[in-house]
């Protein structure tokens, strides 16, 4: 396939360099996008970035993706409003190893002439004397230029102005795009747009330093409908590290988008082809209320990062909260699991000791937790059937409840009435 038209309707591509387009038709070609491990796991605003490197390779292309053991040393300033906190060397090379496993998810790093190939920056900076640095990269690149780039003038025109360190960082990321194009053939350099001054350092470093010729193409800024920033959720980034966001909240994530937004992302995040995005467009906007956009796109992007088991566990989940999955589900998860199940819903802590000996219904719904304002209150709701633990209607107001009514030992799921839940947690 042809990977500039491929972004191209897909609504991804933002800016290209001349030439780049001829280049990439000629046959395969090496290219690279970098990541900076600032954490110890990618979130959902990496996603187009790795989308693009996926498409790259499927037309053909050999990807490279540089995770940046250095450059994570020093901070990227674009599109930041102040200076980043620096990691240490031991953080950072967790955060790598996590970066570099997550990675391999998503492309082939087996398939011949194109494999899919990792490197670090880290490699070719940790013997580079700065002395060496200011001699053979800086000389080549004027104050005038690094000065015209608009994360550097942001800052500058800011509070908080910018370091030395920041002010480097272009240089940095430009050597890397100068070392791959010297020692991997990397002709080109792609990210998200707000890169496109870093990456033209790139292309300008090659062609003053060895006369050589390289090639840029970024990726469009992904944003909400309304405004909002794309990855965010109230309870913060949506990640692809179970552990940070369990695959229930992140297939509800993905679930939960406008029909706006899912008409855009089901094009960007999936690799279905356009012929199929056209016909779920068309059957969607003839019934919204089906969603058949939103579960396309949820299920094939939680396929992709989590399997097809923790998929189908993210759609019982659903049905266990929304429809006629019974309790018994929570016994195929374990706490943590519960605990992301139920972290929008008010959680309650009460004393294993004192449900060994048992408590009243309202007591339990009233006086050890708050679900109900007031005794009476729970009790005129159980006789009026709209109070029910573990999915099953509390008979009457004077049942009493021990630690047999736990889940797994140590939950008890209350509700009231169908959509209001409530999580009881015994310590």
């Known amino acids: 396939m042809n990977f500039v038209e491929e972004l191209t309707w897909r609504g991804m591509l933002h800016t290209i360099m001349p030439g780049t387009e001829e280049m990439l038709n000629k046959g395969m070609a090496s290219g690279y996008i970098g990541f900076d491990p600032t ?9 187009t970035q790795i989308m693009t ?7 053909g292309h050999k990807p490279f993706a540089l ?9 990227d300033p674009s599109g930041k409003s102040q200076e980043r906190n620096l990691l240490s060397e031991d953080v950072l090379q967790h955060n790598l190893e996590a970066v570099k496993a997550q990675l391999t998810r998503f492309l082939d790093f087996d398939s011949g002439m194109n494999s899919a190939k990792m490197v670090n920056n880290y490699d070719w900076f940790k013997s580079f004397t700065f002395l060496d640095f200011i001699r053979d990269v800086g000389k080549h690149i004027t104050v005038n230029y690094m000065m015209a780039k608009d994360s550097v003038k942001k800052r500058l025109e800011g509070d908080t102005g910018m370091s030395f360190t920041e002010f480097t960082y272009q240089l940095v ?18 990210g998200g747009s707000d890169q496109w001054g870093n990456i033209v350092t790139g292309t300008e470093l090659i062609r003053r330093k060895d006369a050589g010729e390289a090639f840029a193409l970024t990726t469009q800024l992904i944003k909400k409908a309304d405004g909002t920033k794309f990855g965010k959720t109230e309870s913060g980034a949506v990640w692809l590290d179970a552990e940070r966001t369990s695959p229930y909240q992140f297939y509800q994530f993905w679930l939960n988008t406008t029909d706006v937004d899912a008409k855009a992302y089901v094009r960007i995040f999936t690799l279905y082809d356009r012929e199929v995005i056209e016909t779920w467009e068309a059957d969607h906007d003839a ?5 058949v956009l939103q579960k396309a796109l949820a299920k094939d992007i939680t396929i992709r990062v989590h399997g097809e088991a923790e998929y189908e566990k993210a759609i019982k989940s659903s049905e266990f909260l ?9 016994s195929e998860l374990n706490d ?23 408590i009243s219904i309202t ?6 937790t708050t679900i109900f304002p007031s005794k009476g209150e729970a009790k005129k709701t159980i006789v009026g059937g709209g109070a029910s633990i573990n999915k099953v209607k509390i008979a009457t107001a004077d049942d009493v409840y021990n630690a047999d009514a736990l889940i797994n030992g140590k939950f008890i799921v209350a509700q009231k009435g169908k959509k209001n839940y409530f999580l009881i947690v015994a310590e």
């Not at 250095?70 to 901070?75: D, E, I, L, P, R």
């Not at 990321?173 to 792609?190: A, E, P, R, S, V």
């Not at 007591?363 to 050890?368: P, T």
């Open 173 to 190: 990321q430009g050597y890397d795009f100068y070392y791959l194009w010297k020692h991997h053939n990397c002709t080109i350099q792609m």
């Open 287 to 291: 019934a919204p209320h089906t969603r």
């Open 336 to 358: 943590a699991e519960v605990l992301a199940l139920f972290a929008g819903v008010p959680n309650f802590a009460i004393s294993l000791t004192e449900l060994h000996e048992g």
């Open 39 to 47: 954490a110890d796991s990618l979130h959902v605003g990496h996603l």
């Open 322 to 330: 929304f429809g006629n999955v019974g309790i018994e589900f929570l």
């Open 53 to 59: 490197l996926i498409h790259f390779q499927r037309a």
């Open 67 to 75: 995770v940046g053991g250095a450059t994570g040393m020093v901070g």
């Open 363 to 368: 007591d339990l719904l009233a006086v050890k």
